[in-house]
């Protein structure tokens, strides 16, 4: 019998992009899913863009919720709390996934040992030169520090809109931290994940996603960001609640 997955999506003014993260979704191969979508105090007409998608649609394993506390975490948590899968996948709202996304990463759980697994993003509305690079680069070096920090015991690598996690041991872990809203919020949950068994690194676990946030801020700023949060977890400093705060971009 396949494990139920219950697929998670923050959503916050996304109406120009959840449509095509929702129509990908639902046209997994995988059997038993569900999927949670979590309005996340938008201040658009994301609710209604999905509320339109799943009547249409008629979609009994799609559910809108509500969580008007903004971040990131906040969402995850509200979706997480009424999630019944055994497995918790991780999504984006301006992701697109494959259609074999969720068989791909309920397959990369199956080792002893791994209570997680996540993979690459290829940003697919960025220039050729750059999601080609970022893509080989992910999947050069990511495999290879994600190997290392582990054996260490210093955390892991865990890719926040590209990730499945077994939903007891994410419970055991202590959920999502919501004091984190958004930078620093995939970090956190890697290490705390780590504790209790292997975070496994697929590479043919990828995922479309949009460049967006990189065009909007500038490449540099919020790369170093990201950087900034993984290597603190890594070597046990305290995260820095006010870097890690990003009420303003969709996501």
Same mark, same amino acid.
């Given at each position: 019998?396949?494990?139920?997955?219950?697929?998670?999506?923050?959503?916050?003014?996304?109406?120009?992009?959840?449509?095509?993260?929702?129509?990908?979704?639902?046209?997994?191969?995988?059997?038993?899913?569900?999927?949670?979508?979590?309005?996340?105090?938008?201040?658009?007409?994301?609710?209604?863009?999905?509320?339109? &998608?799943?009547?249409?649609?008629?979609?009994?394993? &799609?559910?809108?919720?509500?969580?008007?506390?903004?971040?990131?975490?906040?969402?995850?948590?509200?979706?997480?709390?009424?999630?019944?899968?055994?497995?918790?996948?991780?999504?984006?709202?301006?992701?697109?996934?494959?259609?074999?996304?969720?068989?791909?990463?309920?397959?990369?759980?199956?080792?002893?040992?791994?209570?997680?697994?996540?993979?690459?993003?290829?940003?697919?509305?960025?220039?050729?030169?750059?999601?080609?690079?970022?893509?080989?680069?992910?999947?050069?070096?990511?495999?290879?520090?994600?190997?290392?920090?582990?054996?260490?015991?210093?955390?892991?690598?865990?890719?926040?809109?590209?990730?499945?996690?077994?939903?007891?041991?994410?419970?055991?872990?202590?959920?999502?931290?919501?004091?984190?809203? &958004?930078?620093?919020?995939?970090?956190?949950?890697?290490?705390?994940?780590?504790?209790?068994?292997?975070?496994?690194?697929?590479?043919?676990?990828?995922?479309?996603?949009?460049?967006?946030?990189?065009?909007?801020?500038?490449?540099?700023?919020?790369?170093?960001?990201?950087?900034?949060? &993984?290597?603190?977890?890594?070597?046990?400093?305290?995260?820095?609640?006010?870097?890690?705060?990003?009420?303003?971009?969709?996501?």
């Amino acid at each position: 019998m396949k494990q139920k997955v219950s697929v998670i999506i923050p959503a916050f003014n996304e109406e120009n992009y959840i449509t095509n993260c929702l129509e990908a979704i639902a046209k997994q191969d995988y059997p038993e899913y569900e999927v949670l979508i979590v309005n996340n105090a938008s201040t658009d007409n994301t609710a209604v863009v999905i509320e339109q &998608f799943i009547a249409n649609n008629t979609l009994t394993n &799609f559910f809108l919720l509500y969580e008007n506390r903004k971040g990131t975490n906040m969402a995850r948590e509200c979706a997480r709390l009424a999630a019944t899968g055994s497995i918790i996948a991780q999504l984006d709202a301006d992701c697109i996934p494959s259609s074999d996304w969720i068989s791909k990463g309920v397959k990369a759980l199956e080792p002893k040992h791994v209570v997680a697994a996540t993979g690459a993003y290829y940003y697919f509305d960025s220039s050729l030169i750059v999601r080609t690079a970022s893509l080989l680069s992910q999947l050069v070096s990511y495999p290879v520090i994600n190997t290392i920090v582990q054996k260490f015991n210093r955390g892991a690598i865990l890719i926040g809109g590209n990730a499945f996690v077994y939903a007891n041991i994410l419970d055991l872990a202590g959920g999502y931290n919501t004091d984190l809203t &958004f930078y620093g919020d995939d970090v956190d949950v890697a290490n705390r994940l780590a504790e209790y068994g292997w975070i496994n690194y697929t590479p043919t676990l990828i995922m479309n996603s949009s460049y967006r946030r990189y065009n909007a801020l500038g490449f540099w700023k919020v790369n170093k960001k990201y950087q900034d949060f &993984f290597w603190n977890i890594i070597f046990r400093k305290n995260i820095d609640l006010v870097n890690t705060i990003e009420l303003v971009h969709p996501r």
